[in-house]
């Protein structure tokens, strides 16, 4: 079973949710920290980092001895990462890559009529796996500077091991690597807080969790802060919530110190338990 951790923006304490429920399933299990851009579960769960991965992309190499500039490669890329100027009278053409922008779908050398695209590799992140105890443990780091963090992700979860359960702490939003993080997931946690921000980007993630058809429940962070329109329009959508956390400066002392609540506060550990049971209940 795949449960994945979201939220519709950041702060609402998705990784602290996922971090904690992982810690509270008696079963051997595995945890993916797929916030590649800014992963911190591994503050929390203080993994033993046994091997380290590189990531790369493949992107694109002009040849120019080959290239007539006919811009065929310019019309295939879905993401304008290629720029074809044709030479003039007594002027040779010009092929500008922008490799931040490539994707690395490999379509330009694929339709290149004179073979004159090889794909090189680029380095965007790493990934790094290792174990919490029983727990694997495996995250993901985007290097400084470049923006594509999908491609790191799906080198995670081509890690994940089909005999254990699975929880993935997602990146926070409603953008690509999100939904290339959810996608697939047996059961997703939306973690909110009850303002005004919070349940205007929980609408926008119950939308994407609805049209890629994934089943889904609400957790509300510092539940006793805000208002009761969060509670209203989960009630009026018919979408269960599942927990609700109180907002107290001891989880958040304890928070500030790297510490798991169901280590700072064992009680806890008995309520994950339980919505990790519902989980399951509602996954077989």
Known sequence: MIISVASGKGGTGKTTIAVNLALSIDEDMQFLDCDVEEPNAHIFLKPKIRETKR???????????????????????????????????????????????CHGCGSCAYF??????????????????????????????????????????????????????????????????????????????????PTPFGLNDLMLAVEVLRKLKVPFGVVINRSDLGDEKTDKYCKNQNIPILMRIPF??????????????????????????????????QTT
């Open 112 to 193: 290149c009529p004179e073979g004159a695209i090889k794909e090189v590799n680029k380095e965007i992140g790493e990934i790094e796996m290792g174990n919490v105890g029983s727990i694997q443990f495996i995250h993901g780091r985007l290097n400084i500077g470049e923006a594509m963090a999908p491609p790191i992700i799906r080198q995670i979860k081509k890690h994940i091991n089909p005999t254990r359960t699975v929880v993935i702490d997602a990146p926070p939003g409603t953008s690509c690597p999100v939904v290339e993080t959810i996608k697939r997931s047996d059961f997703c946690l939306l973690v909110t807080e």
């Open 248 to 281: 107290k400066k001891e989880i958040a002392m304890a928070y500030s110190k790297g510490e798991p609540i169901v280590k700072a506060f064992p009680e806890y550990r008995k309520e994950f338990a339980i919505l990790y049971k519902w989980i399951a209940e």
């Open 55 to 101: 990531v790369y992309i493949p992107v694109p190499e002009i040849d120019e001895e080959k290239c007539t500039y006919c811009g065929k490669c310019r019309e295939v890329c879905a993401y304008n990462a290629i720029a074809v100027m044709k030479g003039t009278e007594g002027r040779k053409g010009s092929v500008l890559v922008f490799a931040n922008l």
